[in-house]
């Protein structure tokens, strides 16, 4: 298994976990090494290639800014940031984005598609 895959396996753990505990989907809040910033999550996947994974991250302040795509019939956030896994300083998973319009956490499709 590669390290992108093996991180995200146990981010989506954490998430289920929290799902189950708190009966609610979490706000992902994640800090990020050399970004001066604490963006929230709006998806993560393994990837590219077995080092980095994709991190889509609501543009900081800015959370109403999501790109709908018609053909996928869903929303995408306009920043995705390719990262290491090691970089990833820390995650917080929280019941609500203090200060901040309602959104949170989506599932990859794979995870949407398994039954919990």
Do not use: C
Request: without cysteine; glycine residues 6%; aromatic residues 6%.
């Amino acid at each position: 298994m590669s390290r992108a895959t093996d991180w995200h396996d146990r981010l989506a753990e954490a998430i289920a976990d929290f799902k189950k505990t708190r009966r609610s989907h979490p706000v992902v809040k994640v800090t990020l090494e050399g970004m001066g910033d604490q963006p929230y999550l709006h998806e993560a996947q393994p990837g590219p290639g077995d080092e980095l994974v994709s991190l889509s991250v609501y543009p900081t302040g800015r959370e109403r800014e999501m790109i709908y795509n018609t053909k996928a019939d869903r929303d995408y956030t306009p920043h995705v940031v390719v990262i290491h896994p090691a970089r990833i300083l820390r995650i917080e998973l929280l019941r609500e984005a203090p200060n901040a319009v309602p959104f949170g956490f989506q599932p990859s499709s794979e995870e949407r598609r398994s039954p919990s």
